[in-house]
């Protein structure tokens, strides 16, 4: 990582404090620079040529997208971390909401057994909205496609200011992290992957290939919504679209370094990620 630092440009600065009302003015320009520290410290700054963002010590977190009380909250209250990518804002974990984001809850499946039952209308016609599993395992929730992409009265299961990307968002994605993407032949998919190869629920089979992470949008592998564990060799993200009368949305692979478009039965459960407006 980079660490960027404050240089003054002009010979004559003035600085004001006042503890009364704990604020700083600087009289002159000031040029933020950056140096080869691998290890900023909490609070450092940087600028990326599109915006200003702060370490947390962590994760580096734009100052720009979300002020104000706008940081992207879902209709429990559950805040999320999010990432920029280009001109893109992402959240950085899988959607975990058990309503849309006017509070009309989604019909709730704690296990297979209830899960199977709503979606056996047909292979790929569900019976309307619904998700399940767990919400506070650390891979979020799974949803329907007609909860990623509701059919009747515009709902959004995204946090307000958010929505479920459609597949151009998606194509934005795999553009800015590989300018040469041609469709499914790319090498976008590894740096959106957690590097874990362990092979247990929640991390991915080896060889994970091209997986590095470095935007920290950590995709790990999905779990299966017919047993309730980890696939461990691929993820497919909803996206509001449909792909030959399937969900659409993207794939990544355990043995793939690509962004795939990808088509899922309509009543399975795949993870959610949100993108800003």
């Not at 429990?76 to 001109?87: A, E, H, L, R, S």
């Not at 998700?131 to 395992?137: F, I, L, S």
């Not at 679209?241 to 795939?260: C, H, P, S």
């Not at 009543?267 to 407006?277: E, L, N």
Request: glycine share 10%.
């Amino acid at each position: 990582m980079i660490r960027l630092l404050f240089i003054l440009l002009t010979t004559s600065i003035t600085f004001s404090l006042s503890a009364q009302d704990e604020k700083l003015v600087v009289e002159g320009a000031i040029v933020i620079q950056d140096s080869d520290d691998p290890n900023p410290v909490a609070g450092t700054i940087r600028w990326t040529g599109s915006d200003f963002e702060g370490f947390d010590g962590t994760n580096w977190i734009s100052l720009t997208c979300c002020a104000s009380g706008l940081q992207p909250k879902d209709c429990n209250g559950y805040i999320y971390q999010y990432v920029q990518i280009g001109d893109q804002f992402w959240l950085s974990e899988n959607l975990r909401a058990t309503c849309f984001n006017d509070g009309t809850p989604i019909p709730w499946a704690n296990s297979a057994s209830e899960w199977n039952p709503i979606s056996s209308t047909s292979g790929t016609t569900p019976a309307g909205a619904f998700a399940g599993y767990d919400v506070n395992n650390s891979e979020g929730a799974l949803y329907n496609w007609n909860t990623a992409a509701p059919m009747n009265n515009n709902l959004n299961v995204c946090p307000v200011g958010w929505h479920v990307p459609t597949f151009a968002d998606f194509e934005i994605l795999r553009d800015e992290i590989d300018p040469n993407a041609n469709g499914n032949f790319n090498n976008a998919g590894g740096p959106l992957k957690t590097i874990n190869t362990i092979g247990t629920g929640g991390n991915w089979l080896a060889p994970n290939t091209g997986a590095t992470d470095i935007f920290q949008f950590s995709a790990n592998p999905q779990y299966n919504h017919n047993t309730g564990n980890s696939s461990e060799n691929r993820v497919h993200f909803w996206s509001q679209g449909t792909l030959n009368g399937f969900g659409e949305g993207i794939q990544l692979r355990y043995d793939d370094e690509a962004v795939r478009q990808s088509g899922l039965t309509k009543s399975s459960g795949a993870p959610i990620r949100c993108v800003k407006d």
